[in-house]
């Protein structure tokens, strides 16, 4: 507003401009050209105003120009927006003019418009504005001044299965450095003081206090109510200036819970402001990651505006507003109990982890959770990985395909060499499965050698159709970050043969491996879903799975359960397990001389398909089959 009133006084206070040597002073121009300057003054100050105007200008009864011009600023500076101002109508009568102006704001994304009366009156060869803050808005005193205040919508929860509250506003305690209690070293000191006894970073604390206004809360933490530290509740009080403001923000259950997929909110960035196109504003809360940064607009609502008229001892009367739009809820089929009981699995895990839950008969994704090691990276539903010898689920679909018989013998070798290089079975694999074994066998132990022997059944396209049949390799835009997985073209010999055991360039997320495992309980294609009200429609595979397929499948993944590496499952209660165990060879030596290895297991018990998923363990079996077994358990 400073720059347009300061243009706004130079239009208003021109005098005479002609020369020393002048003698004649030109007639004064017709009211309503000097009514056209006026309304782009107040707008917008043309700075070309003092070019096309009149030899001899406006003044002001009453204030001088400076004076006017500081009214002026003041009356519109807690607007924050520039209005439009138009001449709607003049009227003239000897040396005065009645000066109507039409008057409109964008607030709030609503117009806000209204009519003011300019009262000309000519002096001589000169028009004068007779001043008022009425000229801005009709209503406003002198002593009053507009102000516009946002009006916060309530935020849309996140919910889960059965209407379950996932992300809803909790209690939280914010403690900072309140400025208006301190001031300059004492402040600074005091940040110190705080950041120790918080447990945050002092110097870049220190610096925002130092750098944030007299009146300031310059917040350093913000903890749940039911969480704050005895520490900090009984002796931050101790601190000059140290304060705590009580408030409620969006939170889930825990700060762990599915905190890769719902997301965090919080205050936006300078990046996030200077990206929106002035969607946002310094200040504002929005979705910052997540399902809450995805879905911000519905979740967020739209912020409600009031103007008003605010008087000196800072009361007010409202001359505009704009209603808040409460944000819409988001429906998830997130089960709050299995979720919470697979963080709990995965909370000793070290490396990246995640365990993901999808019920098969409908596809709904129970639990999708990522492990303490996993750093706030969605492994759960967008890990990128080999899958190992959970793929032999894939693998077995397309060898059943090609017409090998789960009784027929096959061969597995302790090792077999493919153009040079040397597959071998796993470090525990059993000698006594070695040799001449049922494909059955074969699957139930996880011999590598024999499914790799068996690659020359297969037409080039066939693993990546089964893989299609089984819901992987399929990309699909669910609504929430998901990687379907890849099943590329074999390159070579060798990536035929490490592809049939689920290495080589074949990725997969735990969701999809979860997915694989639903669709083989359910006996068609299950897309897994996470939000009801986003799922696309599914386009069925290519080469669907039919019955006779899916029961071989489950015959398979039943028979590692009864005979072969998943037999520590064989004593859980309940409706028969099925699973597949799966290492997987990646990057480089462990430091013993061994290439670190992924972690897989994958398994089923009624009506739930889990996946398993350890960036770094010694095997499958051993370091993410106790994970499943636990979780398992704990819901059977």
């Not at 507003?1 to 021109?14: G, I």
């Not at 003049?90 to 005065?96: A, C, I, K, L």
């Not at 739209?302 to 704009?322: C, H, I, K, S």
Request: proline share 7%; net charge negative; hydrophobic share 40%.
């Amino acid at each position: 507003m400073r720059a347009a009133v300061l243009a706004l006084c130079l239009v208003l206070a021109m005098t005479a401009c002609s020369g020393p040597g002048a003698e004649e002073q030109p007639s004064a121009p017709p009211a309503e050209q000097l009514a056209a300057f006026l309304a782009d003054g107040l707008a917008d100050g043309r700075a070309d105003g003092r070019a096309k105007g009149p030899s001899r200008g406006l003044g002001f009864v009453g204030p001088s120009p400076d004076e006017a011009g500081e009214a002026l600023e003041r009356i519109g500076a807690g607007m924050g927006v520039q209005p439009q101002v138009e001449v709607a109508d003049v009227r003239t009568s000897g040396d005065t003019a009645s000066v109507r102006l039409a008057w409109s704001w964008i607030v709030g994304g609503e117009p806000w418009t209204y009519d003011t009366t300019a009262e000309l009156r000519r002096s001589g060869q000169a028009w004068r504005v007779v001043w008022s803050p009425a000229l801005v808005e009709p209503s406003l005193t002198p002593r009053e001044v507009l102000r516009t205040t946002a009006v916060a919508a309530d935020r849309g929860d996140i919910t889960g299965a059965g209407g379950a509250t996932l992300v809803t506003d909790r209690p939280v305690v914010r403690f900072g450095i309140d400025k208006s209690l301190v001031r300059g070293r004492v402040a600074l000191t005091s940040a110190r003081k705080l950041a120790a006894l918080l447990g945050i970073d002092t110097a870049p604390y220190v610096e925002q206090v130092d750098a944030f206004g007299d009146a300031a809360f310059v917040e350093g933490i913000v903890f749940r109510r039911n969480e704050v530290p005895t520490s900090v509740q009984s002796s931050y009080d101790q601190i000059p200036g140290a304060a705590s403001v009580s408030d409620r923000i969006p939170l889930a259950p825990t700060k762990e819970f599915a905190a890769p997929v719902l997301g965090t909110v919080g205050p936006v960035t300078a990046e996030i402001v200077e990206e929106s196109d002035g969607e946002y504003a310094a200040g504002d809360v929005a979705g910052l990651s997540g399902l809450q940064e995805r879905y911000d607009d519905r979740l967020g609502g739209a912020d409600g505006v009031v103007v008003e008229a605010v008087r000196p001892d800072d009361t007010a009367r409202r001359l505009f507003q704009v209603q808040a739009t409460d944000g819409e809820a988001l429906v998830t089929t997130l089960d709050p109990g299995l979720q919470t009981v697979a963080e709990q699995a995965l909370a000793g895990i070290g490396p990246p982890s995640a365990l993901v839950a999808i019920r098969p008969s409908t596809g709904d994704v129970l639990a999708a959770a990522s492990g303490p090691g996993s750093a706030g990276y969605n492994t759960a539903t967008f890990g990128q990985y080999a899958p190992g010898s959970t793929f032999k689920v894939v693998s077995s679909l397309a060898l059943l395909r090609a017409g090998l018989e789960p009784r027929e013998t096959v061969a597995c070798p302790a090792t077999t060499t493919v153009d040079g290089k040397i597959f071998e079975n796993y470090d525990d694999y059993p000698p006594s499965a070695l040799g001449d074994i049922t494909f059955r066998t074969a699957v139930a132990q996880s011999c590598n050698t024999a499914f790799i022997a068996q690659r020359g059944r297969l037409d080039p396209e066939a693993l990546a159709e089964a893989a299609a049949a089984l819901g992987l390799g399929v990309d699909h835009d669910l609504g929430f970050p998901a990687y379907f997985g890849q099943v590329p073209p074999a390159e070579s010999e060798t990536d035929s043969a490490a592809r049939m055991i689920g290495q080589g360039k074949v990725l997969a997320s735990p969701m999809a491996m979860a997915g694989v495992v639903a669709s083989v309980v359910r006996g068609r294609t299950v897309l897994p879903r996470l939000l009801p009200e986003q799922q696309p429609p599914q386009k069925p595979p290519a080469s669907p799975l039919d019955q006779q397929e899916a029961a071989d499948l489950r015959g398979l993944m039943r028979g590692v359960v009864e005979t072969g590496s998943g037999s520590f499952l064989a004593g859980l209660s309940g409706p028969p397990v099925l699973a597949k165990t799966g290492t997987a060879e990646y990057g480089g030596s462990d430091g013993t001389g061994r290439l670190r290895t992924h972690a897989w297991m994958v398994g089923a018990q009624g009506d739930l398909a889990v996946a398993v998923f350890v960036e770094t363990g010694a095997s499958g079996s051993r370091t993410a089959g106790p994970i499943l077994e636990e979780f398992l358990r704990r819901v059977g």
